[in-house]
């Protein structure tokens, strides 16, 4: 079952005063990297203008095959392919640098949600788009 994002926001920030650590622990949990794909290409194509391109090309370091191709469709041709060649080139990194990047994105996609700047379903019949 889902809640809408009022809902959402008023149980973190009651949570956020009683204990903040797994209120973060919770939104770490919420929109998770991967979610990108359930986004429409609007709202990709911001999130990859407002990242770091080194966060997104670590993020992309071990994401599924999925995640990869929709990032690439909503970036210009160019930076697509820059970003192809230093993924090819690219050496190994850390884990955590990876996971680091990830929850940097999801950080930006959170923040653009809350501007109203893009829109994250989360499966409530709340979230109809007319």
Not at 38 to 60: F, G, K, W, Y
Not at 81 to 106: C, H, K, N, S
Request: glycine letters at 4%; proline letters at 2%.
């Amino acid at each position: 079952m889902g809640v809408d994002r009022q809902t959402e926001k008023t149980i973190l920030d009651a949570l956020e005063i009683r204990d903040p650590e797994l209120a973060e622990e919770i939104k770490k949990r919420m929109f998770v990297f991967e979610d990108i794909v359930t986004l429409d290409a609007r709202a990709i194509q911001r999130i990859v203008r407002e990242c770091e391109n080194e966060d997104l090309l670590l993020a992309m370091k071990i994401s599924s095959e999925e995640v990869k191709d929709i990032l690439f469709r909503n970036m210009s041709q160019r930076m697509a392919e820059t970003f192809r060649e230093e993924m090819e080139v690219m050496g190994p990194v850390r884990l955590r640098d990876v996971e680091d990047a990830q929850m940097r994105i999801v950080a930006v996609t959170r923040r653009l949600e809350d501007s109203g700047e893009i829109i994250i379903a989360r499966g409530g019949g709340d979230d109809i788009i007319v």
